[in-house]
């Protein structure tokens, strides 16, 4: 069975640029999670969608940022424009229903903002 | 304050011993507490998560859990220079949000 895919695994953009970023997470997986990592930081969270609903957007940073899962399977983040602060790694995950069901990693999306 | 504490280490330790992982967190209300470990440029993939006080067990790797003390800690026994990565450990806390807080993680290294 596959896992959890990103596309493009790595991506160099300049400074206003827009830059969309997918995540197809594993087969019949509701849960769908972003996080960043900024070089130095924490993994931080940006979204959870269950299905096509954004379940919880309270980590995306600003609203240069939109993420959508339309008929909830893969899901897109796009950036526009794109600033320097934004480079770092994104990575997706999934996850079946359940409180403490396992999330499931992309291998992540290599974003620099130049 | 940071959310969810590490040591970055690294920390070293020879193969066949017992490495230590500690992580500390600040808010009362976290319920559920996960080990992930990262390879070197790959996606994090979860070791173990536990959500009661005391000890898990499974296989090599142990976690234990203390609320009073606000601390959860993995231990790996027998470590193998396969075991070399960074452990990062997330919470979740309570109500219906998902969301992972993480720590910076912890490099160990496991020398042969």
């Known amino acids: 069975e596959a896992g959890v895919t990103q596309f493009p695994s790595h991506s160099v953009i300049e400074k206003g640029q827009t830059v969309t970023l997918r995540c197809d997470p594993i087969?019949?997986?509701?849960?769908l999670y972003w996080y960043r990592r900024v070089m130095g930081k924490e993994i931080k969270f940006l979204l959870h969608?269950?299905?096509?609903?954004?379940?919880?957007e309270s980590g995306m940073p600003n609203n240069r940022f939109l993420a959508e899962r339309t008929g909830g399977t893969y899901s897109t983040l796009k950036v526009q424009p794109a600033e320097l602060e934004d480079s770092g790694v994104y990575f997706c995950?999934?996850?079946?229903?359940?409180?403490?069901?396992?999330?499931?990693f992309g291998q992540g999306t290599r974003l620099t903002v130049v | 304050q940071k959310e969810v504490e590490q040591n970055s280490g690294p920390l070293s330790v020879p193969e066949g011993a017992i490495a230590s992982l500690n992580c500390t967190y600040s808010?009362?209300?976290?319920?559920?507490f996960f080990w992930y470990r990262q390879y070197s440029g790959k996606s994090p993939e979860l070791i173990m998560f536990?959500?009661s006080n005391g000890d898990k067990e499974d296989g090599r790797f142990t976690a234990q859990l203390n609320k009073a003390s606000q601390y959860v800690s993995l231990l790996i026994r027998d470590s193998q220079p396969s075991d070399s990565a960074t452990y990062l450990c997330?919470?979740?806390?309570?109500?219906?949000?998902?969301?992972?807080?993480w720590g910076l993680g912890t490099s160990l290294a496991v020398n042969p």
């Open positions: 995950a999934s996850s079946l229903p359940g409180m403490n069901t396992e999330a499931f």
């Open positions: 087969s019949g997986h509701d849960n």
């Open positions: 969608f269950v299905k096509e609903s954004k379940q919880d």
């Open positions: 808010d009362r209300g976290s319920q559920s």
């Open positions: 536990i959500y």
């Open positions: 997330a919470v979740r806390k309570i109500g219906n949000n998902r969301k992972l807080i």
